[in-house]
Structures are given as C-alpha cells and as structure tokens.
C-alpha cells in the first residue's frame, strides 16, 4: 500500500528553524513532482514548495510568496524522500503540514503539525 508518512513538526520559538521529512513507501516516486501543503485552522490547504528531479540530478523548485527565502525544499530520490527546511518561522507558519504528488494525489497521511510560538 502507498503510504505518506510526515514527520519533524514540533513545537518552536519564533525565529526558529525546524527540518520535516516526507517518506513515501509502497511505490516508487521517481523524478515526480513532489509538494509540501499546509493547512492552518480556517484555511484550505495550501501548496508551499514543490521539487521535480530534471535527468542528471537537478532539481526544479517552487515556492509560495510566504515561504520564499525562508524554506527549502530538497530531496532523496533513493530513498522516496522529500525533506523541507524551515527557517526564521513566524507564528503564521502555523499549521499542520503533509506532503504528496500534486499530479497523482495520494490518500493525504496525518501531516505534521508545526507550532511557532511569539
């Protein structure tokens, strides 16, 4: 069974950094697009990052204006990894985020929640 499983959400000042790490098992992703989501209370989730692997080991990025500058996304293929670093968090930051393949979506797992406190 295709399984997403996110972790490395916690709890952090803001300011802080925090590095979350999306695992995909029972198939293998390949070079797909890949995408980190959230969803804070009252929103609709929301696509932040994405990452798609060229032929020779580049990468193609994209980020929303709120992330951009603050968060990398990255990831290890071998491994049907995708990471997303998280820096200079703001309370906004706040929420529950997931990841999947934007143009397969997969059964959402429980997300991470990500907490920045003032």
Known sequence: QVQL???GGELVPAG??????????????????MGW???APGHQRELVASISSLSRGSYRKNYDDSVKGRFTVS????K???YLQMTSLKPEDTAVYYCNLPYRILPWGQGTRVTVSS
């Open 37 to 39: 989501y959230r969803q």
């Open 80 to 82: 049907n990894t995708m």
């Open 16 to 33: 802080g950094s925090l590095r979350l790490s999306c695992a995909v098992s029972g198939s293998n992703v390949g070079g797909h697009l």
């Open 5 to 7: 499983v996110e972790s």
């Open 75 to 78: 990831r290890d293929d071998a």
